[in-house]
């Protein structure tokens, strides 16, 4: 009678290293599922942010490119509330009523907004065109390469 109660408890101890190892698996897998979603999440909001930076310097360029275009200096715009036509802040924007006081000046994914403006062609003049970038100060990585991810 001895045998069969020792060879019972073999199989209940294999049983429960099967369903441990079943359980950490899952446990892993889950724990992945939603560090993936979070960085998903992030990427979303940071897709969000600069779409709403982005419309902001291209009102910017749309309602001070004639004055952007004719200027002599970098400080021509201080009277509309801009230190330097070549890189308006978010708060300067945020003033200026063209962006909505309530954004947040970075996300944890890029960092805060750097803006350049510049100007292309014969300027000062009317031939001259104003261009803008838009970018976060820290650059998104690939998490599997550790490079900058181009996309």
Known sequence: MGGPLRRQQGYALIELAVALLIGILLAVWGAQALVNRYRDAQAQAAAVWMAAVHKAVGAYVRRHGPDIQSAESADTLVIDGFADWRSPTLAEL?????????????????????????????????????EALIHGERPLIDPVHRDPDQA
Do not use: F, M
Not at 95 to 120: F, N
């Open 94 to 130: 945020v003033e200026a009523g063209l962006l909505s006081p309530g954004v947040a000046h970075g996300t944890a994914l890029t960092g805060a907004a750097r803006i350049t403006v510049w100007r292309d062609g014969s300027c000062p003049g009317a031939v001259c065109a104003v």
